[in-house]
């Protein structure tokens, strides 16, 4: 209890408190507590329809609760300016990338962000611009595309490139909307060994990376959320919350978790042919 006290002494850098959000007769999320505080790297699982999106567009400033309280690096949704605040969280999401132009130099993609647009107009950028994205594309390994346009990269390098232009206001808070989303295998596992470089590099950003697979989550992770139907259904360090018992909860079936080398892993209970089943569903 002391060391909650101590904790919560220091003000969080993202917090949802009771927050639900309605759409029509639709309830995304359902009384929602939610608290990231700096250095933390958070993924936030669950199955489709679970909210997790919706809580990573209260995250990005992007959306206000129908009810409760939003507070987002010392500001409060509804009270502070959020074209002021959006500079300060980056954001990688196939809406974002959905939005630059595909003739656009990955160069450009990347600087862009200093002003905040889609695609280079007139804007001038300095040397220290294009320096820090230099810098990024290096260290998100895409510097050899530099000079190609977006529209002709493949989806993996596509990741990359958003989640360096991301990067590129020197943001204080990263949010990552299933950037594995699309990908082969070989273009996930580059792009989950990138994050991880990111997660376990202690001058990155707070981090909280949505995902629908467990196998996408880096190294480097140290908390999870797990949603079912709008609810947080258990919230805390990663080892703690990726059990075999709270997935099958939150999906509806019975999974088996494993942890190999850093890295999760779900697989489906095998039921034999003697078992009888309890739903009528298999697992064959």
Known sequence: A???EVQHAIPALAELAGVSVRRGEKLLLDDVDFRVDEGQRWVVIGP?????????????AQLHPTSGV????????GAVDVFELRPRIGVSSSAIASR??????????????????????????DELDYARA????????????????????SEGERKRVEIAR?????????????????LDLRGREILVQTLAEICQD????????VTHHIEEIPEGVTHALLLDRGRVLVAGPIDEVLTSENLSTAYHMPLQISKDGGRWAARAYRRSAS?????????E
């Open 2 to 4: 002391a060391s909650r």
């Open 48 to 60: 489709n329809g679970a909210g997790k999106t919706t809580m990573l567009q209260l995250l990005s």
């Open 70 to 77: 939003v507070e987002l690096l010392g500001e409060y949704l």
């Open 100 to 125: 630059i132009p595909p003739r656009e130099a990955v160069r450009d993609v990347v600087v862009s962000a200093s002003y905040g647009v889609m695609g280079r107009w007139r804007e001038e950028y």
């Open 134 to 153: 230099s810098s990024l594309m290096s260290a998100l390994h895409v510097d050899d595309l530099v000079d190609r346009t977006f529209g002709t990269l």
């Open 166 to 182: 991301a990067l590129m206001t020197d943001p204080e808070l990263l949010l990552l909307d299933e950037p594995g989303a699309g």
């Open 202 to 209: 202690p001058d990155a950003p707070t981090t909280v990376l």
């Open 275 to 283: 078992a009888e089943p309890s739903s009528g569903a298999s697992f």
